[in-house]
């Protein structure tokens, strides 16, 4: 069975600074995705990024970029120039095919002003 | 548009009540789900329906039961609740209701569920 793990339940980031969410998962897979939701306080689940297993280029969307590693199986978030709108729940979460998505325990990101 | 949405926001019921939670999204994803989520914990699926039929059960109570009248909408039937049925219940959809590999799932907002 797959398993994602996010080792930090919180961490805090100063406002405009840098800040990296750990994820590493586990799977017998060569073929998946790998995904980071956002989860505000408004609870709204919101897709930030996603990764192509078979591609070696990083993602990035704007200010969010991921560091992909398959050999060691690890999956970072990092957000850059960090917003106070970016205060949230973030799961890493794997999609290895039909349908099921396995998600991370999440880690809690506190921006401070 | 990437919207789903879910109807309402927030319910209580007693143990003896029936109620249904409805979800609807129009992306024309043929792949819908139910989530449990307990606070500060990550969703838990339940059940996955794809091209209307149910394809995933995760071994949920059968005090809940799922429907998918259409591809657009999805309900979920709940009765005789226990107090440990409080959590929120989200739904998502995506594309590609077959294998679904890779298929990025967008979220409803959510129904608050209180049991008393």
């Known amino acids: 069975a797959q398993t994602v793990t996010q080792s930090q339940p919180e961490m805090s980031v100063q406002e405009a600074e840098t800040v990296t969410l750990s994820c590493t998962y586990d799977?017998?897979?060569?073929?998946?995705?790998l995904f980071w939701y956002k989860q505000p306080p408004s609870r709204q689940m919101i897709l930030v990024i996603r990764?192509?297993?078979?591609?070696?280029q990083n993602a990035t969307e704007n200010r969010f970029s991921v560091n992909f590693q398959k050999a060691a199986k690890s999956f970072s978030l990092k957000i850059s120039d960090s917003q106070l709108g970016d205060a949230a729940m973030y799961f890493c979460a794997y999609s290895g095919g039909y349908q099921k998505v396995t998600f991370g325990t999440g880690t809690k990101l506190q921006v401070i002003p | 548009d990437t919207e789903v949405t879910q109807t309402p926001k927030h319910l209580v019921m007693g143990m003896t009540n029936k109620k249904s939670l409805k979800c609807e999204q129009h992306m024309g994803h043929r792949a819908m789900y139910w989530y449990k989520q307990k606070a500060k914990k990550p969703p838990e699926l339940m059940f996955v329906?794809?091209?209307?039929?149910?394809?995933i059960n995760e071994s949920v109570p059968s005090r809940f039961s799922p429907e998918c009248p259409n591809s657009s909408l999805l309900n979920l039937h709940l009765h005789a609740l226990q107090p440990e049925d409080s959590a929120l219940y989200l739904c998502?959809?995506?594309?590609?209701?077959?294998?679904?590999?890779?298929?990025?799932?967008?979220f409803g907002p959510g129904t608050r569920l209180t049991v008393l």
């Open positions: 998502a959809s995506s594309q590609e209701g077959l294998r679904g590999l890779g298929d990025t799932q967008y």
């Open positions: 990764q192509e297993a078979y591609k070696q």
């Open positions: 799977t017998s897979e060569s073929d998946y995705y």
């Open positions: 329906y794809s091209y209307e039929k149910l394809s």
